[in-house]
């Protein structure tokens, strides 16, 4: 079982850049295909990136391209997101999502029901 804890959240402006962090327990981290989810007021939670168990494969929602980076480092048990030309509608609680292996290294994957472990979420609020 592993415990996920996110950090970096916050307000800011758009344009701005924010890095998320999510910190895993255990000593099994590199087992793990992570991925980043998100949840605005009213809206149900959707996928934005998805990194796999070596890092070597990413995937983004087509609304992030090009402003997200997934990131991984399997020594520090931590997944990064970096965030930069933040919109308003980025704007959300943001959560990070372990998949448990077995799990080929280079998968990803993008659907909440493939995640089995949760953090309880981090704020993202940009002001317009």
């Known amino acids: 079982q592993v415990q996920l804890v996110e950090s970096g959240g916050g307000l800011v402006q758009a344009g701005g850049s924010l890095r998320l962090s999510c910190a895993a327990s255990g000593r099994t981290f590199s087992s793990y295909a992570m991925g980043w989810f998100r949840q605005a007021p009213g809206k149900e939670r959707e996928f934005v990136a998805a990194?796999?168990?070596?890092?070597?494969?990413?995937y983004y929602v087509d609304s992030v391209k090009g402003r997200f980076t997934i990131s991984r480092d399997n020594a520090k048990n931590t997944v990064y997101l970096q965030m930069n030309s933040l919109k308003p509608e980025d704007t959300a609680v943001y959560y990070c999502?372990?998949?448990?292996?077995?799990?080929?290294?280079?998968?990803?994957?993008?659907?909440?029901?493939?995640?089995?472990?949760w953090g309880q979420g981090t704020q993202v609020t940009v002001s317009s």
């Open positions: 990194i796999s168990r070596s890092g070597s494969n990413t």
């Open positions: 999502a372990a998949r448990g292996p077995p799990s080929p290294s280079s998968s990803y994957y993008t659907a909440a029901r493939e995640y089995e472990y």
